[in-house]
T-cell receptor, first 113, second 113 residues
Framework: DAGVTQSPTHLIKTRGQQVTLRCSPKSGHDTVSWYQQALGQGPQFIFQYYEEEERQRGNFPDRFSGHQFPNYSSELNVNALLLGDSALYLC????????????FGPGTRLTVT | AQTVTQSQPEMSVQEAETVTLSCTYDTSESDYYLFWYKQPPSRQMILVIRQEAYKQQNATENRFSVNFQKAAKSFSLKISDSQLGDAAMYFCAYRNYGQNFVFGPGTRLSVLP
């Protein structure tokens, strides 16, 4: 039973570029949440997807967008990258009716130069 | 807005000894969940223990236990018989029903042989 997987592991982008990060949830899970973890800080909630729709959103600008596919996998897109977007991006999956039990992936380390 | 505070940026403990990590939170809600997550250098967040606010009994998971003081809004983690593998960042997190997770800034735990 595969856990939550994320790709790529590491990514380096230039300011102004766009990036797409990918997440496959744990088998059976239908809800995906994304978090940004800046160096030395705790994760901050970006948004959550269920039934292919954004259900909740944290305090992040519209440059951050996402998508969920029918197989429950998800993408996080960030446009017009800023230096401050450099962080570890974590994906977490859960069952919709038990979304207090979140399983995290290993994250994608994004560096913006 | 809910906030989570961890006042100890770093802690150290001798192998086989006991250590307590502190966490306080701010909320006006009466029903919620509290969590401790461990993040080793591999970066993957691992759930250590969960407490439901309506339960008076403190949660325990093997060597890990919590001291939940609802009135004081305090949620400390005790690690008994510390092992080298316990070395990691530990994050306290809060979640209200139907809302997203709020994480504290973390405590870095070192285990000395």
């Amino acid at each position: 039973d595969a856990g939550v997987t994320q790709s790529p592991t590491h990514l380096i982008k230039t300011r102004g570029q766009q990036v797409t990060l990918r997440c496959s949830p744990k088998s059976g899970h239908d809800t995906v949440s994304w978090y940004q973890q800046a160096l030395g800080q705790g994760p901050q909630f970006i948004f959550q997807y269920y039934e292919e729709e954004e259900r909740q959103r944290g305090n992040f600008p519209d440059r951050f967008s996402g998508h969920q596919f029918p197989n429950y996998s998800s993408e996080l897109n960030v446009n017009a990258l800023l230096l401050g977007d450099s962080a570890l991006y974590l994906c977490a999956s859960s069952y919709r009716d038990r979304d207090y039990e979140q399983y995290f992936g290993p994250g994608t380390r994004l560096t913006v130069t | 807005a809910q906030t989570v505070t961890q006042s100890q940026p770093e802690m150290s403990v001798q192998e086989a000894e006991t250590v307590t990590l502190s966490c306080t939170y701010d909320t006006s809600e009466s029903d919620y969940y509290l969590f401790w997550y461990k993040q080793p250098p591999s970066r993957q967040m691992i759930l250590v223990i969960r407490q439901e606010a309506y339960k008076q009994q403190n949660a325990t998971e093997n060597r890990f236990s919590v001291n939940f003081q609802k009135a004081a809004k305090s949620f400390s983690l005790k690690i008994s018989d510390s092992q080298l593998g316990d070395a990691a960042m530990y994050f306290c997190a809060y979640r209200n029903y139907g809302q997203n997770f709020v994480f504290g800034p973390g405590t870095r735990l070192s285990v000395l042989p």
